[in-house]
């Protein structure tokens, strides 16, 4: 992958971090996969690997279609605040990139930008749980992990195999069509997908 | 194909069906068809365990199926678990409706989502690859989750959500451990993760080390050790109590077997010392932060939550010492706690119908309005506090003699303290919850008692059997094939 593509997905990923609007984030979460599965596609030696390039791709577009489906079933009276303002977000997920790039040694794929890459977006993923509300964006936050780690899996000397690739994306998906369950239902109970309202079970 | 084979297929394949046969069969014959289809395959998971631990030596193992002791141990439980849950499922659904899937679809929803939990989780330990372990593992939180959330109910959708987030979240970081293995390994390739590959072909180095501590620190999450633990007793408590009874007595140690198999198949790697002292940690901080709230007055179905963070902390550290000793601690350990434990989240039922309020609140004198009950619920809690003649009672004292044995002194005595203060916790929820001042004085039968009596003494005969069998397992082939592994 060049770095110019490196620095594209990785782009997409802090942008959907400070994000406030969903259908945004899920349009910058698409054009993530949708960039991965061409890099995929491009760099597929094999049948098996464009098989893999294809799902990744066909994971994307799905996703996005279940995305936009719950966004215009579910729509806010107003944007679910997160709690953090983006440029704390963003700080926050620029330090954890950091600190995952220094603690994990080189892991050997095919460029060291891609290794960055692949840290950054699990980071961000991971900001992106922690600091947002909205279940949406949440769930985003997940994709966004898979993403970098579709990354490495793409990037790694001896390419990734179909089977694992196909059980990820479908494992994926089916996690995103529960958690499209359970989002409708709290949004039906509470009004509102803001996990905010989620903090009655403590001891 | 061998009897092993066939008996594998089974258990997961009559579940798998069932799970599609009960979306498509009339209304009216659903929960018969599920019935029937969790009663088979529990009885082939039952089967395969009986053929497995007969023959503990004899092993099958491909890049894709592994049949040893462990994996028959386990499947085995989960076939007790799972058809049990099946039998105290009728009694559950009769007192509920489903605010998630409504009253018309509730009852189909529930068992496709029992049957297609139940056939992921006996192919979990079956799994011959970390691949393919990592994929049954976040197939059983999809399986699971809606279930968790079944009841629609505020609390429920909290304890779903969190459920499904938090560990995919955590497998997401197993995930990223698993690419770093594969580019660690020569070729750098995803195919050689078969338990025996990794094992022979992973090098030394700080790569595979923080490969190791990222599956490891990710498989915790769904195992539920703590400090990553939150989710754990909000989906306990929130879950449908068969489900309950699912993710605690087979879910968790399910995924305890897959970090064993992944510390096993590393520690020529990352180290013996270094593996195994992962696992302690996990199973010393885990009984740490679950003992003060054994102290608390909680209500039945979170004691029973944060009990299992305390066992999957024993499992975890009897793995780690892993001398014979404390592998047959484990053995038992794994089996006392599955009875037990579910048979405690199945008398929530009746307990919930007699007094609702149990929901929320600490309960207490169940025993003098309804003996049967806090029979059952004594028998259960007895149990899991390690209160003589249980079978934890010796497992524990098995895997802390085994921490001796493996040269960890201040970890098994860590470890026998924690116990003790734990046992004093439950023993104190025991006496209170049985004998304790009766808040409601009405003595008609709860709703559902009848199954969950049954259960419960099926359940304390195979408790006195196990308790007998400890003493002989750490001499026997079955100790010996758990610690000598797949290699």
Known sequence: MSGTLAWAVVALGLAVVVVRRRSVAVALVTAQALLLGG?????????????????????????????????????????????????????????????????????????????RAMLALVAFGAAVVATRRATLHQLLGIVLVENGIVLGAIELPGGASLGIELGVALDLTLIALVAAVFHERIFAEFGSGDTAVLESLRD | MTSRETLALLAVGL?????????????????????????????AAIALAVVALADPAAL?????????????????????????????????????????????????????????????????????????????????????????????????????????????????????????????????????????????????????????????????????????????????????????????????????????????????????????????????VSLAVAI????????WKRLLAYSSLEHMGVIALGVGFATPLALAGVAVHIVGHAVAKALGFYAATPLLGHEPRAAGHAVTGIARTQPGLGATMGISLGTLAGLPPSPLFLSEILVIAGGFQAGRSWAAAGTAVMLALGFVGLAHALVETTGGRARRRDREVAPGLRPVMALGAASTVILLALAAAAFWLPDTDIVEALARGIG
Do not use: C
């Not at chain 2, 209304?27 to 019935?35: K, P, S």
């Open chain 2, 292 to 299: 003060p709230f054994l102290w608390r007055p909680l209500a």
């Open chain 2, 60 to 284: 099958e193992v491909s890049d894709w199926v592994v049949i040893d002791a462990a994996a028959g141990l386990m499947v085995g439980v989960i076939g007790i678990v799972g058809l049990a849950s099946a039998l105290a499922s009728p009694a559950f659904l009769a007192t509920t409706t489903s605010g998630l899937f409504g009253s018309v679809h509730g009852t189909r929803a529930y068992y496709a989502g029992l049957a297609a939990f139940v056939a992921v989780l006996v192919a979990v330990p079956l799994a011959g690859n970390l691949g393919a372990a990592w994929l049954l593992v976040e197939a059983t939180t999809a399986a699971s989750a809606i279930l968790v959330g079944f009841s629609g109910k505020p609390r429920a959708l909290e304890a779903g959500w969190k459920y499904l987030l938090l560990t995919s979240l955590g497998l997401g970081f197993s995930l990223l451990g698993i690419v770093l293995l594969a580019s660690a390994t020569p070729g750098g390739t995803l195919d050689l993760l078969s338990w025996r590959s990794l094992a022979a072909d992973v090098p030394a180095g700080d790569t595979t080390l923080v490969a190791f501590l990222l599956i490891v620190v990710g498989l915790a999450a769904k195992i539920g050790w703590a400090p990553v633990h939150n989710w754990l007793p909000d989906a306990h408590s929130e879950a449908p109590p068969p489900v309950s009874a699912l993710l605690s007595a087979a879910l968790l140690p399910a995924v305890l077997l897959v970090a064993w198999r992944v510390e096993r198949a590393l520690e020529p790697a990352v180290g013996e010392d270094t593996g195994r002292s992962v696992l302690i940690g996990f199973g010393l």
């Open chain 2, 15 to 43: 579940p798998a069906v069932t799970a599609l046969g009960v979306i498509i069969v009339p209304r009216r014959a659903v929960q018969a068809v599920a019935l029937a289809g969790l009663a088979g395959s529990g009885a």
């Open chain 1, 39 to 115: 890099v995929a596609f491009a760099e597929a030696e094999n049948a098996d690997d464009a098989t893999a390039a294809l799902a990744l791709a066909v994971r994307g577009v799905a996703l996005a279609a279940l995305f936009l489906v719950i966004v215009s079933r579910t729509r806010e009276p107003r944007p679910v605040r997160a709690g953090v303002t983006p440029f704390a977000r963003a700080g926050l997920a620029i330090g954890l990139a950091l600190a995952l790039t220094w603690l994990v040694p080189s892991i050997g794929l095919e460029s060291g930008q891609s290794e």
